[in-house]
């Protein structure tokens, strides 16, 4: 079956610096991913929506600024927490909506989850 | 917006049938899923179901659709240890906006 799959997995930083999570759809082509996060012992919230080649839309309450996301192929999306501060230490989950048309059907995929620490 | 409850916990015996439960309140969903998230991992699909339908039947799950009562649940028959997770019903319009519920914890008892 398709395959999303983060990197890293786990993370942990300093206060203050920048950090990169990947998202990559690995057997198939992901007009739109989406970006989650959830708190401990909570739902999964959505953070924002990516299309590629176009700007991604933040959900209310989300800081464009804080969290950058780009989608600049088909297969990638990346999430960078910059100025990274103690309270951003959660689990950030991706998923990924295929292409209109493909054998997949249209289904979203989530990723494994990656784990950022911030100390 | 949207509103999604779960149970937060539920405890069973190995061998035991589980019932996991889910209310919302937005009418306009079409698809209706289960996901599956154990410790430190992330979602997994378990099954789905269209707005449509009132029943679902793949192998030990079974989910249960109560359009009128806006109520949603998965039985998990002959529960395992290794069906312990947390439980999240999602709910989409078609947009690909997944909404989820709380999460429910489901700890066996061997």
């Known amino acids: 079956g398709a395959v999303v799959s983060q990197h890293p997995s786990r993370v942990i930083c300093k206060s203050g610096t920048s950090v990169k999570i990947e998202c990559r759809s690995l057997?198939?082509?992901?007009?739109?991913m989406f970006w989650y996060r959830q708190f401990p012992k909570k739902s999964l919230m959505l953070m924002a929506t990516?299309?590629?080649?176009?700007?991604?839309?933040?959900e209310q309450g989300v800081e464009k600024d804080k969290f950058l996301i780009n989608h600049a192929s088909l297969t990638l999306s990346t999430l960078t927490v910059t100025s990274a501060h103690p309270e951003d230490s959660s689990f950030y989950i991706c998923?990924?909506?295929?292409?209109?048309?493909?054998?997949?059907?249209?289904?979203?995929?989530f990723g494994e989850g990656s784990w950022l620490t911030v100390v | 917006g949207e509103d999604v409850e779960q149970s937060l916990f539920l405890s069973v015996r190995e061998g035991d049938s589980s019932v996991i439960n889910c209310t919302y309140t937005?009418?306009?969903?079409?698809?209706l899923y289960w996901y599956k998230q154990e410790p430190g991992a992330g979602l997994q699909l378990l099954t789905y179901?269209?707005?449509?339908?009132d029943m679902k039947q793949d192998q030990r799950l079974t989910v249960l659709l109560n359009k009128k009562d806006k109520h949603l649940s998965l039985r998990i028959a002959d529960t395992q240890t290794g069906d312990s997770a947390i439980y999240f019903c999602?709910?989409?319009?078609?947009?690909?906006?997944?909404?989820f519920g709380t999460g429910t914890r489901l700890k066996v008892l061997a």
């Open positions: 998923s990924a909506r295929d292409h209109p048309g493909q054998s997949s059907g249209n289904t979203i995929y």
């Open positions: 057997d198939f082509q992901a007009t739109t």
């Open positions: 990516s299309n590629e080649g176009s700007k991604a839309t933040y």
């Open positions: 937005d009418s306009s969903s079409t698809y």
């Open positions: 179901i269209f707005s449509n339908m």
């Open positions: 999602a709910f989409t319009s078609g947009t690909y906006k997944y909404i």
